[in-house]
């Protein structure tokens, strides 16, 4: 993937020292446009003597848009401790982040945290994806005129968490996770997204087909998770409280 120059800056240039900083978004999704803007994510670490005052740590969420050379970014990273919290949850978010297979940033601190993220994957990350999913079809629910981005954020969501519960692996790639199914319009609205643009619409007479589809597919989203292989929870509160005390402490 060719990474623009300015969103390799603003990983370059970040305040605090970074564990990872990867790629979310359209990009990791399979569907960018021509136009859409990079979203960068990521953890950073912020020095120990930050929690030890009274009103404890600044910078614990770093959140900026920066537009550069034509090119719009959305960066944000939280620190170690707020990181590794929200991963244990479970939460799909931070998890898709850490995994990540773009990545502009990396250390073996990011092998070793991605190896705890991938065991702590189970059957509750479904709360995650359904809530995500019905949050982003109220979305679509208010576009007016309705947009194929929407639109194909919902099958991405709904498609990740049923392979997630079926398998344990995470896929967030909508034309892998497209495969094998009968969804040649949605391959055909993703081509038409990566070589059009950011707020390409959608005719409001499709709405109504893919509304259907998408309770048949939160239907299979529930089925996964009640037979799903995974494990309700994880037993790994000790090992993530001592990696955030090993990383932030330094090699």
Known sequence: MNVPAAVQRAVSTHPHPLLFATISGAHLYGFPSPDSDWDLRGCHVLPTVEFLGLHGPRDETIATTVLEDGVELDLVTHDLR???????????????????????????????????????????????????ARNQRALLAKDSPPRVK??????????TGIRLL???ELCCDLNELIAGRDLGDVAELVDRKRSGCEDLSLDAREIERHAE???????????????????SS??????????????????
């Open 166 to 168: 079926r398998t344990g």
């Open 213 to 231: 589809r998408f309770d048949v597919l939160d239907s299979e989203l529930e089925a996964a998770w009640l037979d799903s292989p995974l494990p």
């Open 82 to 132: 707020k990181f590794v919290r929200m991963l244990s949850g479970p939460n799909g978010y931070v998890l898709e982040q850490v995994l990540s297979p773009i990545v502009l940033a990396t250390s073996d601190w990011h092998a070793e945290l991605a190896g705890l993220a991938r065991r702590s994957i189970t059957s509750g990350h479904a709360r995650h994806y359904r809530g995500f």
């Open 150 to 159: 929407p639109l194909l954020y919902v099958y991405r969501v709904l498609l």
């Open 234 to 251: 994880h037993a790994l509160d000790a090992a993530f409280d001592d990696f955030v005390r090993r990383a932030r402490a330094g090699p």
